[in-house]
Each structure stands twice: as C-alpha cells, then as structure tokens.
C-alpha cells in the first residue's frame, strides 16, 4: 500500500495467539500464504499442525530484505504458478535456524543452519521446513548481477559456501542485515544493497573455480566479464582488446555473447556508465566535473556520453552528480522504504495488504546501483 508515492508500514497480528475472533485454521493458512505471495512470490503452503509464523520485510534500494519464522511446513511454487511471471528475479535463501530440504533446478539440497543457496523466482521450486525455522530470504534483480545468462542459470538450487572467502562474508553481511537492516541511514541502504549483489558476484566466480563441470564457453564468457570490468579506465578496451586478452578469435568472441542481454561493446559501454556513476556519487570537498570522469572512462564526445549515461539512468550525468542519484529516475532501484512486518493473523481489514515485491521495471537494461 503507498500514499504518495510512499510505501507504508503494514502489520498483521500473529498466528498462535489468542483467537479472540474465533479465527479457523483455513483464514489463518489463507493469510500466511496472502503474506508469503507478496513478499516473495505466489506460493503454496502445506503446514504440519497448527500454522504459526511472522514475516519481517524492509528494503535497501533494489534489494528486499524478509525474514520468516514459522513452526514446520511445506512452501511450494508449483509450475502452473510460474505462468506469466516475465522478470527474473533471484531470492539468495540464508538459513537462520533449523532445517530445510529444497527441491530446485533438477537439484536436490539439504540446507542446515548458516547455509546459503539461491532460488530463481520465475521457476518451480519446494522448500520443506521439518521442524520450526528462521530463514533470511534477499530478493535481487538478476541484472544487477555481473555475470552472463549461463551462469545464473547455474545458480538455482546449489548451495554457495560459506565457509570461507567471499561466501562468509556474504552470510556475515545477511545475518546482521537480518537483525538491524532496517536501522540504516536511507542513503547508506542502497550502497549496502550494491555491497550484496558485489559479494554474491565474488563468491559465485570463487565457487566456479572450484567446480570441474563449467563448459568452456561459459568460462570463457566469465571471464570476458572480468576483464571488462577491470579495463574500463583504459582507452583501447574493445572486442578486439577483450579477444586478444582470452586469446579468442572476435569472431568467437561476439558468438559467445549471442544469448546474452548485451553485446561485448553495449557490455563495455554500461560498464563505463557505471564507473562513471559511482565516481559521481562520491562525494568531496569538491564534485568532480562530467567531463574528468567522461573521459577517464573513455568518454571524449561530450554529447555521446550524455545520451549514453541518460540511456542506463534515465537522467543526464550533470543531474545525477548534483544529486548523488537520489531518487531521480524510475529507472534506478528505488529508496530505500520502511520496515515492513507482516504475522499471519486473523483476517479483516488490512489482512494482505503488505507492501508487495520490488515494483516491475521496463524491459531495458536496469544497471547496477553505484557503490562507494
């Protein structure tokens, strides 16, 4: 529910409690699964006994935060309710307390406290908590993720270490925004969301150069990914750079990035948009000027660079650096909102009308939120 624009807070008493309005066990299923369709997604509930839980949700720009903790049941998104879901959209699953048996992706995976693991949305999957739980749940745009298509599409249903390297620090990271994410400065809630898509991006390239069974295009492809982002500040950066770089043929080179959402050059371009975005949020004693960081990034036509900066934010790159991006485009992540807190409870009014997911966007490229 908004109010000009504003998402407002929601609550919803608890399940469990006294039944002073004589709630059955049929309202209380129909309310949780109300809460859990939109926080999450359109899901199924099967619970074993009777039915309690509580449902926590803030946002931190384009990523959704939601705790859940509930007695045991089974959550289940059947194939017939993925029709018509078109944005892809990843929910990292981090496992407070408890159990759980998640079945995803042709994979099967057994989830113990502390562990990590990654659901896509638009695809079927069962959740099958045995006995009561906590489990965080962080929703994110795939395109704020760096990697190409074949490699998200590995994602689903594996579970991501976090034992050490970039997978600890992630689980660090989600546990303390579990706690006190809503306790963040608006401005910092953003940057920490960029923070998040950066470490699951880190432990997703650390954890595939531990795995045999990455095909040798998708590598190649990770890589191309790589070298792009730590060239941008070099003024040759082209296919014929990336291709002499992974010792590839450019012919090869654009064959790899076929059924990807950008071409290698479009790639290098809102990469370098993104650079220059973030040195523009970076804020000093002085701003610097549009045309330094065009043209640290490769930028030498001023007007180009304009009409590329507009085509990813939606704003000019002088409107964007005197307001450090806050809230100037649709096409950006939103602010971040209030905290939201959603209990199964008795129904009646104001039964389902928590703040839904993070709202649809156009069909264009959406670019990574600048971090600082």
């Not at 919803?12 to 039944?19: I, P």
């Not at 995976?109 to 045995?130: N, Y």
């Not at 992630?170 to 400065?185: K, Q, R």
Request: net charge positive.
């Amino acid at each position: 529910m908004r109010t000009n624009g504003v998402p407002m807070t929601v609550w919803v008493r608890s399940v469990g409690q006294e039944d002073a309005e004589g709630q059955s066990d049929e309202e209380r299923l129909a309310a949780w699964q109300r809460a859990l369709e939109e926080l999450l997604t359109p899901v199924t509930v099967a619970p074993r006994g009777r039915l309690q839980g509580t449902v926590t949700t803030h946002r931190l720009g384009y990523l959704q935060a939601s705790s859940v903790q509930a007695t045991p049941q089974k959550v289940s998104r059947p194939a017939r309710l993925c029709h018509g879901t078109a944005r892809q959209r990843f929910a990292l699953l981090h496992q407070h307390t408890g159990a759980a048996s998640l079945t995803h992706a042709g994979h099967q995976l057994l989830l113990a406290e502390g562990h990590l693991t990654v659901i896509d949305l638009k695809r079927p999957f069962s959740l099958d908590f045995p006995h009561p739980f906590g489990a965080g749940f962080f929703q994110l745009p795939s395109r704020v993720l760096g990697h190409p298509g074949p490699v998200l599409a590995e994602l689903p249903g594996r579970e991501m270490s976090s034992d050490g390297g970039p997978g600890a620090a992630l689980a660090l990271l989600l546990t303390e925004l579990a706690h006190s994410g809503t306790d963040l400065h608006p401005d910092a809630a953003p940057r920490v969301a960029g923070h998040v898509a950066g470490l699951v991006d880190a432990a997703v390239l650390h954890g595939r150069r531990q795995r045999p069974d990455v095909s040798p295009g998708d590598e190649l492809l990770a890589r191309a990914h790589e070298f792009v982002a730590a060239h941008l500040e070099d003024p040759d950066l082209g296919p014929e750079m990336v291709a002499a770089a992974l010792r590839i043929s450019v012919r090869y080179l654009h064959r790899l990035f076929e059924n990807e959402e950008l071409t290698v050059s479009r790639l290098i371009q809102v990469r370098r948009v993104e650079a220059c975005a973030r040195s523009f949020s970076r804020r000093g004693r002085s701003s610097p000027t549009v045309s330094a960081v065009a043209q640290r990034y490769g930028f030498v036509n001023a007007a180009h660079f304009s009409r590329a900066f507009r085509a990813v934010y939606g704003v000019s790159p002088r409107v964007w650096r005197d307001t450090a991006g806050a809230g100037v485009s649709a096409a950006r992540p939103a602010p971040a909102a209030p905290r939201t807190v959603i209990s199964v409870a008795e129904t009646g009014a104001g039964a389902g009308t928590g703040q839904g997911p993070v709202p649809r966007t156009s069909g264009r490229y959406t670019p990574k939120r600048p971090v600082t």
